[in-house]
Structure formats: C-alpha cells, structure tokens
C-alpha cells in the first residue's frame, strides 16, 4: 500500500491542525496505521495508532490532545491535533503495517512521504 500524508503547515500554538493519510494500492481497513514525528535534531518518535477493529493508542505527550481516527470508506486516516504547543513542530510520518507488533517504527513497512507541522509561540 502507498499513503500519502498532508494537512501540514503554520500554525500559532493553540490552534489545531488535520493531518490526512491516504492510502491507494491497497484495502487500507486491513493495516493497523500509525502517525509517528520527527522534530529537528531529534529521533523519530511514536505519536498514535488505530488498529483494524479501531483501537486506539496515543502516546503520552499528546494525550488528550491529538485523536487518531480512520475513514475505511475513503481508505484514509487523520491525526485531528488540538492545542498544538512549539514541541510539536515536527515532519509527521503516516505508517501501516498488515499486524500489529510493536510500536516501533521498524515494525510498520509502508511510509508516507512525511508532512511539516510548525507550531509558532
């Protein structure tokens, strides 16, 4: 499967941003898909995850805060980010695997292209 992440930009802190990850090449309702970030100068890191039955799982720095949700109908998935601070500037990477095994990145073989969030104080 192919996915394709956009909805990045500038945005001011406290505002809110929704990143889409589209997918074609495949039926994405059978891959768990996950949002991962990568700020500068620092590694890539776990954000969220949707399972195939829509389970969810939010890292803790976003808890609360950002909701991953899933439109099988229109074979993509969101990162709905509400009161964005500056440490979440970052490329968000859109990822999907066939089963889920562990919330590393090695574990998801198909990636995104990444999108640029960039929060100003």
């Known amino acids: 499967v192919q996915l394709q992440a956009s909805g990045g930009g500038l945005v001011q802190a406290g505002e809110s941003v929704r990143l889409s990850c589209a997918a074609s090449?495949?039926?994405?309702?059978?891959?768990?898909v996950a949002w991962f970030r990568q700020a500068p100068g620092k590694e890539r890191e776990f954000v969220a995850l949707?399972?195939?039955?829509?389970?969810?799982t939010h890292a803790d720095a976003v808890k609360g805060r950002f909701t991953i949700s899933r439109d099988n109908a229109k074979n993509t998935v969101y990162l709905q980010m509400n009161n964005l601070k500056s440490e979440d500037t970052a490329v968000y990477f859109c990822?999907?695997?066939?089963?889920?095994?562990?919330?590393?990145?090695?574990?998801?073989?198909?990636w995104g292209q990444g999108t640029l969030v960039t929060v100003s104080s």
């Open positions: 090449g495949g039926t994405f309702s059978g891959y768990v």
């Open positions: 990822a999907a695997s066939r089963t889920l095994i562990s919330f590393k990145e090695n574990a998801f073989g198909s």
């Open positions: 949707i399972s195939r039955s829509g389970g969810l």
